[in-house]
């Protein structure tokens, strides 16, 4: 979830790709590599893992990081992406396509092709998150007096007298 700047909470984002062919035990085996892992160490052990599965999960981690880059734009934050964590990912079993081989003397062999979803989330390390809020707080503070300051002078060059509250006349 993407939160305001000056606020405490932790950016996060996540992608899925659904329908993958390929059984969920293989593609779990490399999931389980990058589990909490940095996100720079999490792209390096895809890179050189020999396992077709790593292609794929590589492509649904590159699209994660993206969304976080678009949330934290969105929400005005800024966003080191090496801070960024692999906080969740895991593999859950899709549809299963039934399939049938020949068979000898005219029949039919039934098989199942296994199909996977795959969650990759990404979340912003918890100490980076609490030095973004207090960084944009600082700013927000120092641009609080600057505001406040022009929008008096303003008042007092257009002569102006402050406004008393409404429907309360003076006696």
Not at 29 to 38: A, M, P, T
Not at 64 to 69: K, L, V
Not at 105 to 124: D, K, L, N
């Amino acid at each position: 979830m993407a939160t305001l700047p000056g606020t405490t909470g932790v950016i996060e984002a996540h992608a899925i790709l659904r329908h993958l062919r390929m059984s969920p035990q293989k593609a779990r085996l490399v999931v389980d590599l990058i589990r909490g892992k940095s996100v720079e160490a999490a792209r390096q052990i895809l890179r050189y893992t020999p396992k077709r599965a790593a292609r794929d999960i590589s492509k649904v981690l590159y699209s994660a990081i993206a969304n976080a880059r678009q949330k934290a734009e969105d929400a005005g934050a800024s966003l080191d992406e090496d801070t960024l964590i692999v906080s969740r990912c895991f593999v859950n079993e899709g549809q299963r396509w039934k399939r049938l081989r020949p068979a000898p003397m005219g029949r039919a062999f039934r098989y199942q092709r296994r199909t996977s979803h795959i969650f990759v989330g990404v979340a912003e390390h918890h100490v980076a998150a609490q030095e973004r809020a207090a960084a944009a707080a600082a700013e927000a503070e120092s641009h609080k007096g600057v505001r406040g300051a022009m929008k008096k002078a303003r008042k007092a060059l257009a002569g102006k007298k402050p406004a008393g509250r409404p429907g309360k006349k003076k006696k």
